[in-house]
């Protein structure tokens, strides 16, 4: 029958910020500097002004400070997202007990699924590099699922033991720098 693997494997990574992100940290900047120079003409209402646009910058700065933690346990994938190493966000739960597919974003069996019309969401670092997988699961509300996440390879062993036979098809060796 099946072989059930019931340690459980985590794994952080870190996001990288979108290119945009340096022009959305600087307007409310600019905008706080800018309400500063309305205190005298209209009093109270520039300081509390000055006070929002600061309150908004430092939300901003904590959204694009971001990780995703991925946690396997008992066949479940759970994907949290933390912001600024303080808040706590829960992504998503799948089965990979269930999976479909788990390959590289690359390959044919992830092409033949890719035009497939299914929820997409992608837990990876954001920075196109190498290591990122496909998984076709399904989530808490028993919907398939394709979830982009870029394990290491302790998460990628997991991965394999869990998923059922024949959804496996990652070919990718993630120590290519200890190779070099």
Request: aromatic share 10%.
């Amino acid at each position: 029958m099946m072989d059930t693997y019931s340690s459980s494997v985590e794994q952080i990574i870190k996001t990288k910020a979108p290119k945009m992100s340096g022009m959305y940290k600087v307007l409310p900047i600019l905008a706080a500097i800018l309400s500063l120079t309305t205190i005298p003409a209209v009093g109270v209402y520039g300081i509390l002004l000055c006070a929002f646009f600061i309150a908004v910058a430092v939300v901003i700065f904590k959204y694009y400070d971001a990780e995703y933690e991925y946690s396997l346990t008992d066949g479940e994938l759970t994907v949290d997202k933390i912001m600024s190493q303080s808040w706590r966000k829960r992504c998503g739960v799948y089965n990979i007990a269930r999976a479909e597919l788990i390959a590289d974003i690359g390959s044919q069996e992830a092409l033949r699924l890719e035009r497939r019309q299914v929820r997409t969401s992608d837990y990876s670092a954001g920075d196109n590099s190498d290591g990122v997988i496909v998984i076709y699961a399904f989530n808490s509300d028993n919907e398939t699922e394709r979830i982009f996440i870029q394990p290491d390879e302790r998460m990628l062993e997991a991965l394999s033991k869990v998923a059922p036979r024949g959804a496996y098809k990652v070919e990718t060796v993630i120590s290519k720098e200890a190779d070099e």
